[in-house]
């Protein structure tokens, strides 16, 4: 059981160079998110998604796009980076959304830095 | 607006006890989490209170009071691989999770 599989784990990139980061469970969870964290701030919701089909935005969508074709993978691209999208990045999923118990289970992280 | 309030630094000695406090300020309110975060590695879970009191789960302990907007985690017994960032979040009414910006714990010998 894998759990939460995230990959690139670093990523350089230049100032309008896209790329995607990658994020699959194999827990048959219902909810997907990502997260960006930076120094000195708590986790911040990028985008989410409740299932097969449906993603909306977080905190801090701009610049960044998902979709989630299928209950196991999603993906976050990133469409022209820029030097304030150095973070890491981490995916997180749990059963279902809209339950005060939703633990959430991250996955390992991958730290992206544009130059 | 929404907030989350914890110390960013405590440190404290093996063996000994420490409660990292944590105030929230949220839109509704449905739990209150407590995640621990070692240097480089994802956040695990450690605790859920929607209740107010004491939650007690081996070493760890978390204890919520709602109509302060407070909870605190204690930490007893201190061991050094209790050293990490220990992350508080409040779910609010729409049950998303606002986080606070964590506690880096230090033990020392």
């Known amino acids: 059981n894998a759990g939460v599989t995230q990959t690139p784990k670093f990523q350089v990139l230049k100032t309008g160079q896209s790329m995607t980061l990658q994020c699959a469970q194999d827990?048959?969870?219902?909810?997907m998110s990502w997260y960006r964290q930076d120094p000195g701030m708590g986790l911040r919701l990028i985008h989410y998604?409740?299932?097969?089909?449906?993603?909306d935005q977080g905190e801090v969508p701009n610049g960044y796009n998902v979709s989630r074709s299928t209950t196991e993978d999603f993906p976050l691209r990133l469409l022209s980076a820029a030097p304030s999208q150095t973070s890491v990045y981490f995916c997180?999923?749990?059963?279902?959304?809209?339950?005060?118990?939703?633990?959430?289970?991250f996955g390992a992280g991958s730290r992206l830095t544009v130059l | 607006g929404q907030n989350i309030d914890q110390p960013t630094e405590m440190t404290a000695t093996e063996g000994a006890i420490v409660q990292i406090n944590c105030t929230y300020q949220?839109?509704?309110?449905?739990?209150l989490f407590w995640y621990q975060q070692h240097a480089g590695e994802a956040p695990t879970f450690l605790s859920y209170?929607?209740l107010d009191g004491l939650e007690e789960k081996g070493r760890f302990s978390s204890f919520l009071s709602r109509s302060k907007g407070y909870s605190y985690l204690l930490l007893k017994e201190l061991q050094m691989k209790d050293s990490a960032s220990y992350l508080c979040?409040?779910?609010?009414?729409?049950?998303?999770?606002?986080w606070g910006a964590g506690t880096k714990l230090i033990i020392k010998p």
């Open positions: 209170n929607v």
């Open positions: 979040a409040s779910m609010d009414s729409n049950y998303q999770l606002i």
């Open positions: 827990m048959n969870h219902e909810y």
């Open positions: 997180a999923s749990s059963y279902s959304a809209g339950s005060g118990a939703n633990v959430l289970t």
């Open positions: 949220t839109s509704g309110f449905n739990g």
């Open positions: 998604s409740v299932g097969a089909g449906i993603t």
